[in-house]
């Protein structure tokens, strides 16, 4: 998949694809039905097939107060829109200039004299410009090819969307966040030496911070891990990670610490994914050093058993 961060002097083989505008924060089934609908409109027209999103989400922007609310952080998105088919991927800096264009400046600055789309695909509820002002209707009345996809709906009839999705990591129900999905939902991030305490107690883990991705439910979670340096081939690690402040000892900070199984490997400044399959239990407060550490060995167990049987 091929990255552009800008739309402006774009080669021709990066323009004329058909494209599909949104902030596909997840990449979820709604998106991927998007995104599928894309792949048969450019098979259709032999043209390839783009994603049009912005970096920051324009939540960010828009809201600098909110909570962490990012489901899929730009690398995690891009891994998944390349394996959703996307051949071009173009990656726009939203900030206050980009989000003053009017529709009118977007039709003619970005679609027009930069992308030049074939077709376009979005949601119906798409929205787009200053005030988001435009929509489908001032796309098609502008001479644009568009197709608007209604409201998408999973097996069970329910909306899959973003925010379900959100709903469902902060309940910790890691199970009913993939199904909406349609992948195993993961964090990633730069291991950081810690205080060491996990290795004091004979667990040592791998410490990432929880930095931009939306924080699930605090706990102890069964998880598979892989090191982005290994390479793609390489395998998925087991391990048990704990998910947040550690209240035992009053981490300030939330962070995410993974205690790999069988594994005595110094991964200091590598890239860690971490896949939860799985919450055992919520984060507690414990009397001794002594009953902490039996109930860490009653975590790793019932983390092993989980991934054993999944």
Same mark, same amino acid.
């Given at each position: 998949?091929?990255?552009?961060?800008?739309?402006?002097?774009?080669?021709?083989?990066?323009?004329?694809?058909?494209?599909?505008?949104?902030?596909?924060?997840?990449?979820?089934?709604?998106?991927?039905?998007?995104?599928?609908?894309?792949?048969?409109?450019?098979?259709?027209?032999?043209?390839?097939?783009?994603?049009?999103? $912005?970096?920051?989400?324009?939540?960010? @922007?828009?809201?600098?107060?909110? %909570?962490?609310?990012? +489901?899929?952080?730009?690398? #995690? &998105?891009?891994?998944?829109?390349?394996?959703?088919?996307?051949?071009?991927?173009?990656?726009?800096?939203?900030?206050?200039?980009?989000?003053?264009?009017?529709?009118?400046?977007?039709?003619?600055?970005?679609?027009?004299?930069?992308?030049?789309?074939?077709?376009?695909?979005?949601?119906?509820?798409?929205?787009?410009?200053?005030?988001?002002?435009?929509?489908?209707?001032?796309?098609?009345?502008?001479?644009?090819?568009?197709?608007?996809?209604?409201?998408?709906?999973?097996?069970?009839?329910?909306?899959?969307?973003?925010?379900?999705?959100?709903?469902?990591?902060?309940?910790?129900?890691?199970?009913?966040?993939?199904?909406?999905?349609?992948?195993?939902?993961?964090?990633?991030?730069?291991?950081?030496?810690?205080?060491?305490?996990?290795?004091?107690?004979? $667990?040592?883990?791998?410490?990432?911070? @929880?930095?931009?991705?939306?924080? %699930?439910?605090?706990? +102890?979670?069964?998880?598979? #891990? &892989?090191?982005?340096?290994?390479?793609?081939?390489?395998?998925?690690?087991?391990?048990?990670?704990?998910?947040?402040?550690?209240?035992?000892?009053?981490?300030?900070?939330?962070?995410?610490?993974?205690?790999?199984?069988?594994?005595?490997?110094?991964?200091?400044?590598?890239?860690?994914?971490?896949?939860?399959?799985?919450?055992?239990?919520?984060?507690?407060?414990?009397?001794?050093?002594?009953?902490?550490?039996?109930?860490?060995?009653?975590?790793?167990?019932?983390?092993?058993?989980?991934?054993?049987?999944?």
């Amino acid at each position: 998949m091929q990255v552009f961060k800008t739309f402006r002097d774009l080669p021709a083989a990066a323009t004329g694809a058909v494209i599909v505008i949104g902030n596909f924060d997840g990449v979820h089934k709604g998106h991927r039905i998007l995104i599928d609908r894309a792949r048969a409109q450019a098979r259709t027209l032999k043209a390839p097939v783009g994603v049009l999103t $912005f970096e920051p989400h324009p939540r960010a @922007l828009f809201r600098p107060d909110d %909570p962490v609310f990012r +489901i899929t952080p730009e690398a #995690v &998105k891009r891994r998944q829109l390349a394996a959703a088919g996307v051949d071009i991927l173009y990656n726009l800096k939203f900030d206050w200039d980009f989000a003053s264009l009017s529709p009118a400046q977007f039709i003619d600055q970005v679609l027009r004299q930069g992308l030049e789309p074939a077709h376009i695909i979005v949601g119906a509820d798409f929205c787009f410009g200053q005030l988001r002002k435009g929509n489908t209707t001032t796309l098609k009345d502008a001479g644009l090819a568009v197709t608007a996809i209604d409201k998408i709906v999973d097996e069970d009839g329910d909306d899959v969307s973003s925010s379900a999705i959100r709903q469902e990591l902060r309940h910790g129900n890691i199970e009913g966040a993939n199904a909406l999905l349609g992948w195993e939902w993961e964090m990633e991030g730069i291991v950081q030496k810690g205080d060491q305490r996990g290795r004091e107690l004979g $667990f040592p883990t791998a410490n990432v911070p @929880l930095g931009e991705t939306l924080h %699930p439910a605090y706990g +102890i979670y069964a998880t598979y #891990v &892989k090191i982005v340096e290994d390479g793609e081939n390489s395998p998925w690690l087991p391990a048990a990670t704990n998910i947040g402040i550690r209240p035992m000892f009053e981490l300030q900070v939330g962070q995410i610490e993974s205690y790999i199984f069988d594994f005595d490997r110094d991964i200091y400044g590598k890239t860690l994914r971490i896949r939860p399959v799985k919450r055992l239990r919520g984060e507690a407060k414990f009397e001794s050093l002594e009953s902490l550490i039996a109930q860490i060995k009653q975590d790793c167990q019932d983390a092993r058993k989980i991934l054993l049987d999944a």
